[in-house]
Structure formats: C-alpha cells, structure tokens
C-alpha cells in the first residue's frame, strides 16, 4: 500500500477538501496511472453530497480519469509505463456472470466495482476515485486512449461519452436516420457529436433558445425549441430513434409522440422523481421507452477509437482542483460549456 493525495469529503454537507488517499500498490495484473486530467461528473456531486444515500465517507469522486502509466505488474499485457491510458466508472466485476462474459460489465449480476464509492475488494473500505494524484486498476479495466486528441478533452469521453455512444450503437443509428436528442448539456453535447458522426439527421430539442448556434455547431442539423408545441408538432412521428439525456423532472410523452412506428426513446437522465409515461404514447406505433447504462469495457474502447477516427472530443472548460465547489455550483445551473475537467498538476503533492 502506498499514500497518495486527493481531493475527498467526509460528509454530505462538508466541501471536498484535500486529503490522503490509500493505493494498493500495483499486483501482477494492475496499472498505475499518475492521473492528469479527470472530468467532472454530474454523479460526483451526487456522491459528495449522499444525494441517493448510499455514499461512504470519505468519498473521492472522479471516474473520467486519463493520465500516464507509471507502473505495471509482471502480467501486464498491452500497456507500458510511459504510454498514456484512460479509466472510466468502471475499475472492476466478476468477470464470470454472462453479463460480464458478454463484455457488458456495467450489467454485472454481481454488482460491477464503480470507480469511486464501491467496495474494495483490495484494501478494504471503499474505493477512491480520480480526483486524486494516482490510481491503480486491473488492466482488464484501463483503456487505451487516441494519441491525436488533446488529453483533457478525452477525459469526459469516459463516462459522458461512453453512456451516449453505447445505446446509440445498440440502436444501430447511422445514415438515414433522424435522430433526436434531448438536451444540451454534459451527455447531450456529446449525444449530437457522436449521432453526427454516426450519420445520422440529428435534431436537438432545448429549453433555451439561445443553445441553438452552439448546437449547430456541435452537429445538430435542426433545433427545436421543447416549449414551442408548433415546433414540436411539426416534428410528430417522424423519429427513428430519440436520446433523452435531461436530468430534471420533464414530459416524457412529449418526445415519444415524435418517434414513428418501432421508434425507440432512451432515457440516459436520471431524474429524481419517477417519470410519467402515457401507456397510449407507446401502445400507438408501437413505440419503445428503453434506458441504458454507460458501457462495457470493449464497447468503451471503441468508443475511443472511434472518437480518435473522427476527431471527437468534449468541449470542456479546465479548473483547478481548488474550483470544485465553484463548478459544483455551476454545473446545478447548468453554467458550464460542456463539461468541467480539473487540471491534476494542482493537486498538491502532500496533504
Ligand atoms: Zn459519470
Ligand atoms: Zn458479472
């Protein structure tokens, strides 16, 4: 075991705050990384705050992690000190159930290891995530990340991205196809980058009307405003597939009126309160509701190479560790232009 530094909390109510985190040292099959970009997920906040009341303390949020790997253990196939590397919200699973035998680790029987708040099956407590000088995972579970895109825009890719490019490939988008998505923030921008590389006709729907350049910008082919219902109406049955990513309480009913027959909705958003959906919203057409959880481990690998193909990175705005309360606060009013990503070179090296 060794100490490195981060930033934690020890209660829903207190800042995060600088602190000493424990690490395995590195076993046969595990990677060191020395961490230097992590972006800043919404799911953080809910964990430093115990917003769905399962957080451990001290909690270290963080699972949009790349950085360079500075040890491996013997069995270490594929990686090398030296080479930069990427972990997303998933550090482990038990690799036996047919979930994880199908590579959809997120889906584990078993209950997958999350980056952060999870048992540690290693030392014990919790494990400890990226806002943090150094991390050590199995190599099963560290990607390889794309050499030509700047390193802390990649860093959202990990969990922003991957949770929209999974149910877009699952769905098959591609040329052809109008495809929506619902709201511009951390995971929409990302839902309008990735469905116009894919191919597809893609339409974003906003509360704002002042996101509508920047949508165009990012791939969106149209936008329409949700609160116009002529707008909306204009668009009815016309959908072949739709990406909800909004994480505040809205009309669900709204959308699903736009899919045509066999359309597919799926929700990436979490609100907090249960969504209402019209039973004849889908009974008519034949319309699917269906939602969908980050991805496995080789389906996050593609992702990363297919962002390296096509030049896809997240538009981000880089703070320093000691900002995180100030982005916390930002991103509840939706002030932030895609993602936040902190800078690691802030973090100090003792605590
Ligand atoms: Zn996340
Ligand atoms: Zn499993």
Request: proline share 4%; glycine share 12%.
């Amino acid at each position: 075991m060794f100490v490195c530094t981060g930033f934690s909390t020890g209660a829903a109510d207190q800042p995060l705050g600088l602190a000493k985190i424990n690490r395995r040292d590195p076993g046969p099959r595990d990677i060191e990384i020395k961490i230097r970009y992590c972006g800043v997920c919404h799911s953080d906040l809910h964990a430093a705050r115990n917003e769905w009341g399962n957080t451990v303390y001290p909690c270290t949020p963080g699972h949009e992690i790349v950085g360079e790997i500075t040890r491996v253990g013997a069995e270490v196939t594929g990686f090398k000190v030296g080479e930069l590397a990427g972990v997303g919200c998933l550090v482990d699973s038990c690799r036996t159930c047919s979930n994880c035998k199908d590579g959809l680790e997120q889906y584990c029987e078993n209950g997958f290891t999350g980056t952060y708040n999870s048992p540690d099956a290693h030392l014990g407590g919790m494990t400890q995530g990226g806002y943090s000088s150094h991390v050590v995972v199995d190599q099963d579970f560290v990607l390889h990340l794309p050499e030509n895109l700047d390193l802390a825009a990649i860093a959202p890719l990990l969990c922003a991205g991957i949770t929209t490019y999974s149910p877009l490939r699952h769905w098959k988008v591609g040329p052809g196809q109008k495809v929506g998505v619902v709201g511009l923030g951390g995971l929409g921008h990302m839902g309008v980058k990735l469905a116009h590389a894919m191919g597809a006709r893609v339409v974003l729907f906003t509360t704002s009307p002042g996101k509508s350049e920047d949508a165009k910008r990012l791939g969106a082919d149209e936008v329409v405003v949700s609160k116009n219902a002529e707008e909306m109406a204009a668009h009815a049955t016309s959908f072949d597939f739709i990406l909800d990513t909004v994480a505040a309480d809205h009309d669900v009913n709204a959308y699903l009126g736009l899919l045509k027959r066999d359309g597919t909705m799926v929700q990436v958003g979490a609100p907090e309160k249960p969504l209402a959906v019209s039973a004849f919203s889908v009974i008519f057409k034949r319309r699917n509701f269906a939602g969908s959880l980050i991805g496995g481990i080789a389906e996050t690998q593609e992702m990363l190479d297919f962002c390296g193909e096509k030049n896809i990175v997240s538009d981000i705005e880089i703070i320093p560790i000691q900002k995180i309360e100030e982005a916390y606060a930002r991103m509840l009013k939706s002030d932030v232009k895609y993602r936040f990503v902190i800078d690691m070179a802030s973090l100090p090296e003792a605590a």
